[in-house]
């Protein structure tokens, strides 16, 4: 009678021990990295221009991922607003200004689009004759799956 009593006990343990590691191994975690990026200069108004965002991000982590939330900065561009220079605007992204993917699967590429990366105003209806030298797209957030 102890041995079967001293047996259920060791078993459970040893059960309980598989369990607990288990569950407190290394979750499986998304990766999201930009693959294709591309600025594409867009006229706003007659003398207003805008630079819009294009591309593709990928899935290359061990896990699916949601609401991947893609957004663009202008490094090189200012806060303040002068006709003929490039300015981003100071305050938090609107919705026009991020795009999020609800759902990317491992290893998945998907197309996203932003617009307003960053403004310029002219004193003259010309396009404007550079654009801004350090623009990036940048994976701000997103969710793994498990």
């Known amino acids: 009678m102890k041995f079967r009593l001293w047996f259920a006990v060791v078993l ?23 693959t ?8 706003d108004s007659d003398k207003a221009y805008v630079m819009d ?13 949601k609401n991947v939330v893609v957004t663009g900065y ?34 998945a590429e998907e197309e996203f689009s932003f617009k307003g990366v960053a403004f310029i105003y002219n004193m003259v209806p010309e396009e404007p004759a550079a654009i801004p030298e350090k623009m990036e797209v940048v994976v701000e957030s997103f969710e793994s799956v498990n």
């Open 12 to 34: 459970c343990g040893v059960v309980m021990s598989c369990l607990l590691m288990v569950s407190c191994g290394e979750k499986k975690q998304g990766k999201v990295i930009v």
């Open 36 to 43: 294709e990026q591309e600025f594409v200069l867009r006229r």
């Open 53 to 65: 965002a294009r591309g593709k991000v990928k899935n290359v982590g061990q896990a699916d991922v």
């Open 74 to 107: 202008c490094r090189s561009c200012g806060e303040l607003i002068n006709p003929g220079n490039w300015f981003v605007s100071d305050i938090e992204k609107t919705p026009d200004q991020k795009d999020t993917i609800n759902y990317l699967p491992v290893n």
